[in-house]
Every structure is written in C-alpha cells, then in structure tokens.
C-alpha cells in the first residue's frame, strides 16, 4: 500500500523530504547566483576597456571622474581583481555547499532508504529481489547525488545568465535584444519536450538495471549451485541477455539526449549571427557605441553558447527524477505488521505460549492454518514434525510476527502478541534456523550479535555451553578469526553451533531451533542435542526436527499434517500409538523400510 504522496511528481515530493535543508539549500543557491553574476562581470569589464582605448577622455568611466586614461585603465584592473576574487570565493562556496548537500542527502536517503526495508514485513520480501533493493540503496540514490553534485548548480547558473543577461541586452542596445532573444522560446519549448519524452526512457532504464543486479544478486548467492550443476555458460548467457536489454534501454535514452545539444546549437547561432551582423551595422553607422557593441557579442556567448549542456543537465536531471521516483516510492510503502503499545521486559516473560483459532494463509495460496489451536506450557519443551508443507515454518513465522494470521490469537503470557512492542517481543523469542546466517566478521562479532555489550569472558563461556570451543580454539586465530561472507569458512556443524552459541549469550525466554541438526553429521548432532537439553532449562523451548532423535527428549511432541495437530505426546506415547510418527521412527531406526506419503522428513 503506497502513500497517497506517491502520485505527486518526483521533485516536488524530494522538495519536500529534503525540507530539513532548505537553509542550506537557499546559502547554496545564493553562491551560485552570486558566483555566475561575477562570472558576468568581465564581458562588461572589456567592454569598458574598449571604450576608454577608443573614447579615452570621453569614455564611460571618465563621464565617473576619472579623466586620465592610465588612472581609467588602473581602476578597471582594481576592479578586475575584486571582480575576480569574488567570483572565485563563491565558485568555492557554491561548489562546497552543493557538494555537501548532495552528500548529506545520499547518507540520510539511504538511511531512510535501508531502515525502512528492514521495518517492511517479510511479505515484501517475497515479491522483491535482494538485488533489485540493491540497485536501489545504491545506483538510484547515487543518480540523484550526481545531480544535486553537479546538474542544480548548472540549471541555477543558466537561469542566472538568462536573466542578467536579458536584462542587459534590454537596458544596453533594446534594438537589438529582440534578435539575440529570437532562439530562447525555441530553446525552452525544447527543453520541455525533451523532459517529456526523455523521462519513461529513463523510467525503463532503472527497470532494466534492477532486473540485472537481481539476477547478478541471485547468481553470486547461488554460485555453488551453478557451478555444481556446470551451468556457468547458460548463467553468463542470462546475463548478457539482462544486461542487452538494460544497454538498449540506455541506447534510447542515448539516442534522444545526444540529439538535444546540437539542435540546440542550430538555434542558438540564429541569435548569435544575427547580433553579430545587426550590432556591427549599428556600430559603424555609429548609433551602438564600440564597446557596448564588444559587450553584447560577448554576453551573446555567454548567454547563448551555455545553454547547448541544457542537453547533459536534464540527462542527469531525468536520471536523477526517475531513479528519486523509486526511492521515494519505497520510503512511501506501508510497513504493514507494526508493534502495539504493550511493553514486554524479557525478565518478566514466563513463556506460556497459545494459538486459539488460527487461520493463515500466504497471498495467493490455499489456507496452511485452519483454525489451529496448541497450547505450550511455560518452561517447556514442545517438538514439532510434520512433512513439508505442513505449516511448521508457519507458527514460527507467526509468533515472530513476520506474518500476521487472517484469523485467531496467538498469546504470550496471555498476553496478545498484535499488542505487543515488536521490538519487545522479537528479543524475547530466540531463533536458530537451519539456514543461521553469519555475518563477515569475526568468530566473537558473530557469537555477540545482538548483546553487543558482554565482555569476551561470556563469548566464551557461551561458546562452550554450545560446544563450539574446542573447534573454535583450533581455528588459526581462535575467536578472532575472520569467518567471511556468511560463515563460509567454516562447516554447516561449525555455523549451527556458533548461532547456538549466539543464542545462549543472547538468552531469551523463549527458544525456537528450526530444523538446527537437519544438515550435521551425527556427532554434530550428538553435540547440538546436549547444547539443547541445557538451553531448555528455566526457559520455553519450540524445537522443529525431521530427526525425530532430535526431538526425542522433548515434553510434548506435535504431528503436524496439512495445518493441523494430526498427533500429539510424548515421544513413547507416539510410538505406542502406532500412528504417523511411530512410523516415522521406525524409519528412521531402520525398523521397517516404507515410507507414508504424509511424511517426507523435511
């Protein structure tokens, strides 16, 4: 759901983001202003040398008071260096504003940018691609630092010159102003077609290369996999087909703005000539004064001539708008699930844990949950089995509040979690996944995530109540090694036992291990279980397993089967009931070799 804000052209809603700026913004404008009127200056300051060489005691700055000729040219060089010295302290102070601004802006966009993902709900997620967000965060915020860097200086500048400019001419020679103005609507008239035509080429372009930096997103995660399947050149084959695409959408774009400077330059020597050939006329006629005339075949130029980079200012312009469009257009998306007013101190948690009437569905897809009900007794331990698809991951999801059920309650204390600080209640349920992610960094950044502030004598021991110690120790620099992107230096056994470990450290009242020993051998396994039975004591203990070894000494163990408890007990009274599960055992003991279409084991 998108903020109504989002149909307003992209420039006025980034006026309006960057309103903590105005007073730099107007400092800004008002050097550049300031540093193109002094820039001005010198056609002007030629003119008036012009006419003291040809006019001498008759010239202009004598009319001032000053008669002699050397004192003439010595205050037009007195004035020349002040001229000059302004000019260059606001060029610095333009060009230093500006810059800063634009990074200012680019640092609080991607911020805002980058917190505002992470408090979007996983459902977001699904649809989007990690690498289109990436394209995002970075290319489309840098787009509109380039343009704040460089193109609105440049529009102020233009506009600057066309005014001071104009006003001049008018004042000067109004004879021959009109054919120096003859190209200007042409040259707006352009300018505004151009933007027209030129913005959906460049909405295409930023399409095209979120597109690519998915699938480049996605290949780099999934490199392992393409190179066990050897399908490296079917991969750079996708690859350059996104990327063609992404070049002709630029080509486009290409083709339209490479045209705009010289058609503009075809106008503007229109009004060049024209004061060129009609100035001089009315100067050898002797109407136009030598230097006047000087002065307006300059300021032509330097009217006239600048406005051909219009052509590259409303490139960065339109690149800047399309690529604002989208990161605006994030920053408006409703967050969605947000936490209630409810504060919930970790100490306080005893953990009891109930569905009452749960009903859950993911967008598009047939119901997981139907009016699920399961109560979890406070320092409990509860397993959960079931085949895939079953809805395991589902009451998980939901009591995380990642997702939020069309229907029913869940409860923490009786308390409803929908109330909850999210904040409050995220920290109060621990979670080991099979997939743990680990951060670049160290073994000891890693083990601390998210109770950044223990000391490294409780890394340790942590470590140690995990079993992760002994390989730790043996590691080339112990808990300073360095693990790389996502813990890939070290084994699936080694990654699990270190999120065990983060979770000991972090310890919650409430612990949920998803499918934590589905791909460990069985000393991992061995080794996992015994970190598990002294995770579960004083606390509430949800553990999700296909090795039903690994939920063997739990105080209740669920059956799940299409959304609902199709078994519920302990361990042998499952077994003595000979359903689902006591089957599942016997499979996986080696008892009987068949397998029930309702379990797979995942």
């Known amino acids: 759901m998108k903020d109504t804000s989002a149909k307003r052209h992209p420039l006025r809603r980034l006026l309006t983001y960057g309103r903590p700026h105005r007073r730099r913004v107007w400092l800004a404008t008002l050097c550049s202003v300031l540093n193109?009127?002094?820039?001005?200056?010198?056609?002007?300051?030629?003119?008036?040398?012009?006419?003291?060489?040809?006019?001498?005691?008759?010239?202009?700055?004598?009319?001032?008071?000053?008669?002699?000729?050397?004192?003439?040219?010595?205050?037009?060089?007195?004035?020349?260096?002040?001229?000059?010295?302004?000019?260059?302290?606001?060029?610095?102070?333009?060009?230093?504003?500006?810059?800063?601004?634009a990074q200012t802006v680019q640092h609080e966009l991607r911020l805002d940018a980058y917190a505002h993902i992470q408090q979007l709900d996983m459902a977001y997620f699904h649809e989007e691609s990690t690498g289109g967000l990436m394209a995002i965060l970075n290319d489309d915020i840098n787009q509109l630092e380039r343009f704040l860097d460089v193109g609105a200086d440049d529009l102020l500048q233009i506009g600057t010159t066309t005014i001071v400019v104009v006003a001049a001419f008018f004042v000067m020679a109004p004879g021959v102003a009109w054919m120096a103005m003859l190209p200007i609507p042409l040259i707006i008239w352009g300018s505004f077609k151009y933007q027209r035509l030129l913005a959906p080429r460049y909405a295409k372009v930023r399409q095209d290369v979120a597109e690519l930096n998915g699938q480049l997103n996605n290949n780099l995660s999934g490199v392992a996999t393409i190179k066990s399947f050897a399908t490296e050149d079917y991969e750079v084959d996708r690859i350059a087909s996104l990327s063609d695409h992404y070049r002709r959408s630029n080509r486009k774009a290409i083709r339209l703005s490479a045209a705009f400077s010289p058609l503009i330059?075809?106008?503007?020597?229109?009004?060049?000539?024209?004061?060129?050939?009609?100035?001089?006329?009315?100067?050898?006629?002797?109407?136009?004064?030598?230097?006047?005339?000087?002065?307006?075949?300059?300021?032509?130029?330097?009217?006239?001539?600048?406005?051909?980079?219009?052509?590259?200012?409303f490139d960065l312009y339109q690149r800047a708008m399309a690529s604002t469009e989208r990161v605006l257009n994030l920053l408006a998306l409703d967050r969605g699930i947000s936490g209630g007013g409810q504060r919930l101190e970790r100490e306080d948690v005893e953990g009891e844990i109930e569905f009452s009437q749960v009903?859950?569905?993911?967008?598009?897809?047939?119901?997981?949950?139907?009016?699920?009900?399961?109560?979890?007794?406070?320092?409990?331990?509860?397993?959960?089995?079931?085949?895939?698809?079953?809805?395991?991951?589902?009451?998980?999801?939901?009591?995380?509040?990642?997702?939020?059920?069309?229907?029913?309650?869940?409860?923490?204390?009786?308390?409803?979690?929908?109330?909850?600080?999210?904040?409050?209640?995220?920290?109060?349920?621990?979670?080991?996944?099979?997939?743990?992610?680990?951060?670049?960094?160290?073994?000891?950044?890693?083990i601390a995530y998210g109770t950044f502030d223990v000391d490294d004598a409780q890394v340790e021991q942590a470590a140690q109540l995990a079993e992760a110690d002994k390989f730790i120790e043996q590691l080339p620099k112990g808990y300073e090694t360095i693990i790389g992107e996502r813990g890939q230096t070290l084994s699936g056994g080694q990654r699990q036992r270190v999120s065990i470990a983060r979770a000991v450290l972090n310890n919650p009242p409430i612990l949920i291990l998803d499918e934590a020993t589905s791909a460990v051998d069985n000393e991992t396994e061995a080794a996992i279980q015994r970190s598990m039975d002294r995770l579960a004591r004083d606390r509430t203990m949800i553990v999700i397993a296909h090795r039903l070894s690994t939920v063997?000494?739990?105080?209740?163990?669920?059956?799940?089967?299409?959304?609902?408890?199709?078994?519920?007990?302990?361990?042998?009274?499952?077994?003595?009931?000979?359903?689902?599960?006591?089957?599942?055992?016997?499979?996986?003991?080696?008892?009987?070799?068949?397998?029930d279409p309702r379990v797979d084991g995942d």
Request: without cysteine; negative net charge; glycine residues 10%.
């Open 36 to 101: 193109k009127i002094f820039d001005l200056a010198p056609p002007a300051l030629i003119g008036a040398a012009i006419d003291v060489v040809v006019q001498q005691e008759d010239s202009l700055i004598a009319r001032m008071g000053v008669t002699d000729v050397t004192d003439q040219l010595i205050a037009l060089a007195v004035v020349t260096v002040i001229i000059w010295g302004l000019e260059s302290l606001f060029q610095y102070l333009q060009e230093w504003l500006w810059r800063n601004l």
């Open 265 to 313: 330059r075809m106008a503007i020597v229109v009004g060049f000539t024209a004061t060129l050939v009609y100035g001089g006329i009315l100067t050898i006629e002797g109407e136009l004064a030598v230097g006047t005339y000087s002065v307006l075949v300059f300021l032509t130029q330097r009217l006239l001539w600048p406005l051909t980079r219009l052509g590259k200012t």
């Open 359 to 446: 009903s859950f569905s993911y967008p598009g897809r047939e119901p997981i949950l139907s009016h699920f009900d399961l109560t979890i007794e406070a320092g409990s331990t509860l397993g959960v089995v079931g085949a895939t698809g079953a809805g395991k991951s589902t009451v998980i999801n939901l009591m995380l509040r990642f997702f939020e059920p069309q229907q029913g309650r869940i409860t923490i204390d009786g308390r409803d979690i929908s109330q909850l600080d999210l904040a409050d209640l995220r920290r109060s349920i621990g979670l080991v996944s099979q997939e743990e992610f680990l951060f670049h960094g160290t073994v000891r950044d890693n």
């Open 552 to 595: 063997r000494n739990a105080d209740q163990i669920i059956v799940l089967d299409d959304g609902e408890i199709a078994e519920k007990g302990s361990h042998d009274e499952l077994v003595a009931r000979g359903g689902v599960y006591a089957r599942l055992w016997d499979i996986q003991t080696g008892g009987r070799q068949f397998s």
